[in-house]
């Protein structure tokens, strides 16, 4: 009976132990909230982790993330906020797909002492009803409407019908531009020309790629089966939206008579830029949103802000910015980021490869396209060959000297003969696999020339080149240790042999051990500026 009490109290304890932690980990200072999964949200969640980088010199906050999935999205937000405010987060940091239906959740929060900071998507319900402190907006939304009443102008040739599709009528940042978009349309002479031919927002069944596919064909079907005989440009405030009907015209070969506009990622929308589907669309920097947000919560924490109006925000690289009246809701304020960026031909190649360059490369189409544009543009063949002259020079030299050591009794029979075959192998060994360069690395290696491997082959080059390159840099110490025995304490090589061993076995384990962890831990992959797998 003792035991099975003792059993029971043990298992207790283990699963208090698993919820301390699993809390823990959800326990952060700052926790940041986007949309959902993709990669411009991951890139503002970059940004505001550079600024934690930045800013932890001085703070030890912590900073985490909470990302919804796309298909629950705003159910996701609602109870990563309830979590956040019952871990006792000061900051939430939210990109709301909610809609209104948050914002009792948000209050919630900002009643029971969290800050609440929106970015990119605001709460609409002005501060008493939300608990928001600020807004981080990356442009000025009435700016959006005429952006994208430009560039539908520009498109349309000074003519034509255009839609709008969307993402979400839950999306407030979309909802305001939508709204900007038609009043400037309405009120500007200069779009008399241009007619909005459906006063609805389309919006896709669901949130999705497949849901965008079909309702971008449903669009493009309204023009060729006459009802709109005149239209010709859908425009997306949404960059998941405008990517996925851009590739959908793209792969059905509707881009002679549709075009797509709107907001949009560079690197999504490279491949239906160069095939004339996307002529012109903005953005704005989303690392640098990321990074404002960051700044403003942090110094919301640290008692640097009060959140009033007048305000200035130090943040870093990006200089200061103001806290000002938000002119679009009632009883809100904002600090605005800056103004769009514009893509076309002229500029979208240079963006798409540095947002490319970070990681972000859009969908498997997307990137498959980038690539084939991109490969035989920056792969360097100089890379790939250079590691194999010198690897072979270094690998005849280190062979030589081992068999120079052992061709002689006298010679390998000493410990500094000894200690050098050893220095010698692990150099061999290193020195093969830089002879290799990029042949290892799968075929479809990006930015890399001569590659004819797999990920096994990938992996099984970067072992043997960390086994090669610790057991050498150990070996050197432990030649550095002979030295000091031998010149500064005078020991003789009999005393000396009797330490030998750990001469060997230490370099051989550090070696042994770090490639296997890296094996494990599989941190062997092509390097985007090396030559090897490492």
Not at 144 to 154: E, I, K, N, P, R
Not at 270 to 296: I, M, Q, W
Request: glycine share 8%.
């Amino acid at each position: 009976m003792r035991t099975r009490r003792r059993i029971q109290i043990i298992l207790y304890n283990i699963l208090v132990v698993i919820v301390i932690s699993t809390s823990t980990t959800l326990a952060n200072d700052i926790v940041m909230i986007p949309k959902y999964e993709q990669d411009n949200f991951k890139e503002m969640e970059l940004g505001a982790r550079i600024a934690h980088e930045e800013l932890n010199k001085k703070d030890d906050l912590t900073f985490g993330s909470l990302i919804p999935q796309r298909a629950t999205s705003g159910k996701d937000q609602i109870r990563y906020v309830q979590d956040a405010t019952n871990l006792n987060a000061q900051v939430i940091m939210l990109s709301n797909n909610a809609g209104r239906a948050i914002e009792n959740y948000t209050k919630a929060a900002h009643d029971s002492g969290s800050f609440v900071v929106t970015y990119d998507s605001p709460l609409m319900g002005g501060k008493d009803a939300t608990g928001e402190i600020v807004h981080v907006a990356p442009v000025d939304f009435a700016q959006t409407g005429l952006v994208l009443a430009d560039m539908a102008l520009s498109i349309l040739g000074g003519g034509g019908d255009f839609v709008i599709m969307g993402s979400s009528p839950k999306s407030s940042n979309q909802v305001a531009w939508i709204m900007a978009l038609k009043k400037a349309i309405e009120n500007d002479a200069k779009y008399s020309n241009i007619r909005l031919v459906a006063e609805e927002v389309y919006y896709p069944d669901e949130d999705n790629r497949a849901g965008y596919k079909n309702k971008t064909l449903e669009i493009a079907q309204l023009k060729i089966n006459g009802t709109y005989p005149e239209l010709s440009l859908i425009m997306v405030p949404s960059t998941s939206g405008a990517a996925a009907a851009a590739a959908t015209l793209v792969d059905q070969g509707l881009c002679d008579i549709m075009k797509v506009s709107g907001l949009g990622f560079p690197p999504e929308l490279l491949r239906a830029s160069k095939r004339g589907c996307a002529p012109e669309f903005v953005l704005f920097d989303n690392l640098d949103l990321g990074y404002l947000a960051y700044h403003a919560s942090h110094k919301l924490v640290t008692g640097q802000l009060e959140g009033k109006i007048g305000e200035t925000v130090n943040a870093g690289r990006l200089g200061t910015r103001q806290i000002e009246a938000d002119p679009h809701r009632e009883n809100a304020l904002w600090i605005k980021l800056g103004d769009f960026i514009k893509y076309d031909e002229s500029n979208v190649e240079r963006a798409s490869f540095l947002e490319c360059i970070r990681g972000y490369c859009g969908n498997a189409e997307d990137t498959e396209f980038f690539h084939s544009k991109f490969r035989g543009k920056y792969k360097s063949k100089a890379l790939a060959i250079i590691p194999k002259v010198t690897g072979t020079i270094s690998f005849l030299c280190s062979l030589l000297l081992a068999s120079y050591i052992l061709s002689s009794r006298k010679r390998r029979s000493s410990v500094f003969g000894r200690i050098m075959v050893g220095l010698s192998i692990s150099d061999m060994c290193s020195s093969a696999m830089w002879f290799l360069s990029t042949w290892p690395m799968p075929t479809n290696s990006w930015l890399h020339w001569g590659t004819a491997g797999t990920t096994r082959t990938c992996s099984a080059q970067g072992f043997f080149l960390q086994l090669g390159l610790c057991t050498a840099t150990c070996y050197q110490a432990t030649l550095l240790l002979y030295y000091f025995l031998t010149i500064v304490k005078q020991s003789r090589e009999s005393q000396i042999k009797k330490w030998e061993i750990f001469f060997h076995v230490v370099p051989c384990s550090a070696g042994l051990g770090t490639s296997i962890a890296g094996l494990v831990l599989k941190l062997y992959n092509p390097s985007s500026r090396g030559s090897v797998c490492w």
